[in-house]
């Protein structure tokens, strides 16, 4: 019998939270963030190269020798870019939700000042990252 949907074999998680994410952050002692960062960096991957054309850097290859050697820099530039392509590919895959690169600079450096504002901006960026892996999950 032939598969007549586009739905690929390999599911992606559209489980990523905020809650867990802090919640297991300090079970395991900051180990998960790194698990789930890389995660998002793997799943745009998947989801966007063969539009796109670009590789998003691993998130345990920027937070272990990048973002040390650059003095950050390379982790502001690095969100940038994650933020800006998710919101691009929610775009083109018709998901309504708006997220982008402004959402970075708006939430995670200016909303620092309000010490809320890094931890919206994680949600924003788990529920986009979640849209986009339930739509490829379904669409291909």
Not at 82 to 95: A, C, F, H, V, Y
Not at 111 to 117: A, E, H, P, Q, T
Request: charged share 15%; net charge positive; glycine share 8%.
């Amino acid at each position: 019998m032939e598969n007549t949907t586009n739905a690929p074999v390999g599911q992606l998680k559209t489980n990523k939270g905020l809650l867990k994410t802090i919640l297991l952050s300090l079970v395991t002692l900051g180990i998960y963030p790194l698990v789930v960062m890389s995660a998002v960096s793997n799943d745009i991957n998947i989801v966007a190269s063969r539009y796109d054309g670009k590789k998003t850097m691993h998130f345990c290859l920027l937070a272990f020798i990048v973002f040390p050697i650059t003095m950050g820099i390379a982790g502001i530039v690095w969100y940038h870019r994650i933020s800006d392509r998710i919101g691009n590919e929610l775009k083109r895959r018709g998901i309504a939700y708006s997220f982008s690169a402004a959402d970075y600079w708006l939430w995670s450096v200016l909303g620092s000042l309000i010490v809320i504002g890094p931890f919206v901006y994680l949600h924003k960026l788990f529920k986009a990252v979640n849209l986009m892996n339930a739509h490829y999950n379904q669409n291909g």
